[in-house]
């Protein structure tokens, strides 16, 4: 009788910790897109104050009020947009996702692939005039956590709102309500017919309100005066002569530049408004999940680099932008903030402008990596002779790609020549400026690896067929030259990114560690449900309120 009755308390407070844990209305993820682990502590005397009264602040109230991974990691190789948002909702990796990169090559046809593409599918709402390629989550592999919420419960919502195409894709999923982006040519908000025969009347009217801005005059004068301008560093590009290197900028609305200025920071705060109004986002009985991206904060990265002022003020301005935002939700979702679970991270960081690096005596510089395509398509012709094409595709991020009808035309196999290329290079890889290391597909398979940090980021990125067949890995702060500043390697300025929790469940707190895999299994384990199917991370129990 006893056992039973000690049966009975233990049942008894199960069920009582289980209930603690109360599902909330809307769970709002949003990621900026390059978004550096630094850039939330040291400009936060910038930010707006964590409460103003009865509202509340961006940046400063999450960070108080959640539970703040200030370093979390992704553990990738190459970190860009397409992996960066792939890995947020699936709690996987490249090696099984399947997006290790924005673009990789068809291996049969020798065509480019976008990591979003699908040719299958049709843009819906852009300009039927011209040219677009089609887009869905066809080469995502495996389940996102929102797909995992609606197979559990159905009456869930899921809506993606990002400036990028695979950016809302790759959060939302496979299953989600809608998918919005922005498209440049047409310079309208849209989607695909994977989701959508047509577009909703609101969002046709957010366009049509768009459109009549066209050709207006934007300008961005400096707010902040407490920072040196850097900008005569910056590279010229066609962003940066047509707005003009200093403040105060300006471009006519319509096109890539205009992405740069402030007014693009609200624009998928106005979609996602309108979202939360027109879904009845969390004001049904299953929690729903709306997921944003900040793709400006990218745009003005590139140009201008992490030390100009242009990234200060954007991030400044973010901080507004997603202070207004959070206080209306408090007004419109039931119970405001109270029932609102938050994620704030980004997609990855950046590495800094190597012109102004090197004027600080840290080794940095530009990869030609054209210059060693060329070097390797000699190498081919050398050792296997001339071909009717050339024996190398064009590169991409340092991945270079053997043209595989060359090899058949050759009578050769792909794993040998990769080898033979792989060995003269690492050979020589002294030689190649920015250049740290150098393998191919073949040395995955084989485990014959560059050691330590590199050979996990590699087990955790390459995806056969995707992949390059060699990929060159560069030496710290060493880039492709286009603009002012990239990403694109698994260094710290490259992997290091945010993760903030806000809401219920979540223990307010600066902590240590944690992963961008993390977040998935994190948010599932709160609500009971299945992680995302190839998910790899960790619950994050330490910054979890558990009875």
Not at 23 to 30: D, E, H, M, Y
Not at 342 to 360: M, Y
Not at 409 to 431: G, H, I, M, Q, W
Request: charged residues 20%.
């Amino acid at each position: 009788m006893k056992l039973i009755f000690f049966f009975i308390l233990i049942l008894a407070f199960h069920q009582t910790a289980i209930s603690k844990v109360e599902r909330p209305k809307l769970i709002l993820v949003i990621s900026i897109d390059q978004f550096r682990a630094d850039y939330l502590q040291k400009l936060s005397h910038l930010f707006r104050p964590a409460k103003m009264g009865n509202k509340v602040g961006g940046f400063n109230y999450l960070m108080q009020k959640g539970a703040y991974f200030s370093h979390a990691e992704y553990g990738i190789l190459q970190n860009m947009t397409g992996p960066g948002h792939a890995t947020i909702l699936t709690g996987s990796y490249p090696y099984q996702n399947g997006i290790p990169n924005n673009d990789w090559y068809n291996t049969e046809t020798q065509d480019v692939v976008y990591c979003v593409e699908d040719q299958s599918h049709k843009t819906v709402g852009a300009n039927p005039s011209n040219p677009h390629i089609g887009t869905s989550p066809k080469n995502l592999i495996g389940t996102t956590f929102g797909d995992e919420l609606k197979n559990a419960y159905p009456q869930s919502k899921v809506v993606s709102i990002a400036l990028k195409d695979r950016s809302a894709i790759l959060m939302g999923g496979h299953r989600p309500d809608l998918a919005i982006w922005f498209d440049l040519e047409s310079f309208n908000w849209v989607s695909s017919d994977y989701y959508t025969s047509s577009l909703p009347k609101w969002l046709l009217q957010i366009n049509q309100g768009l459109q009549k801005k066209l050709g207006t005059e934007q300008v961005w004068k400096k707010e902040l005066d407490t920072f040196a301008n850097t900008n005569s560093l910056v590279l010229a590009s066609k962003y940066t002569k047509e707005m003009g290197q200093t403040f105060p900028h300006k471009a006519k609305l319509g096109g890539t530049t205009s992405l740069l200025f402030p007014a693009a920071i609200n624009m998928p705060i106005e979609v996602a408004t309108k979202a939360i109004e027109e879904f009845k986002l969390g004001q049904g009985k299953s929690t729903d999940v709306l997921a944003m991206s900040f793709s400006s904060h990218d745009y003005v990265g590139h140009q201008f680099g992490p030390e100009s002022d242009e990234i200060r003020e954007t991030t400044v301005l973010e901080d507004k932008a997603i202070s207004d935002f959070l206080n209306y939700i408090n007004t419109k979702i039931p119970g405001g903030l109270e029932s609102t679970w938050i994620v704030l991270t980004a997609d990855h960081g950046v590495t800094g402008n190597p012109i102004i690096l090197q004027a600080d005596k840290i080794p940095s510089g530009n990869i030609n990596q054209e210059a060693i395509a060329l070097e390797m398509d000699s190498f081919l012709i050398k050792k296997y002779g001339k071909a009717s094409a050339r024996w190398t595709l064009d590169p991409s991020e340092l991945n270079f790609y053997i043209n595989k009808k060359v090899l058949k035309e050759k009578e050769l196999d792909l794993f040998k020549v990769r080898d033979e290329v792989a060995k003269y290079f690492t050979a020589k890889k002294d030689s190649l400026v920015g250049v740290a290391e150098v393998f191919s597909g073949s040395d995955v398979r084989q485990r014959t690896l560059p050691q330590e940090q590199h050979e996990r980021q590699i087990l955790k990125t390459y995806f056969e067929g995707r992949s390059g067949d060699i990929t060159m890995i560069p030496k710290p702060n060493y880039v492709i030259a286009y603009a002012a500043s990239t990403h694109m390697s698994g260094y710290s300025y490259d992997r290091y990114v945010p993760i903030i929790f806000a809401g219920k469940p979540f223990k307010a707190g600066l902590y240590a560690g944690g992963h961008v895999v993390d977040i998935a299994p994190t948010l599932a384990f709160l609500l009971g449900i299945i992680p995302p199917s190839s998910s790899e991370g960790s619950i994050l129990e330490k910054s979890l309120l558990l009875k």
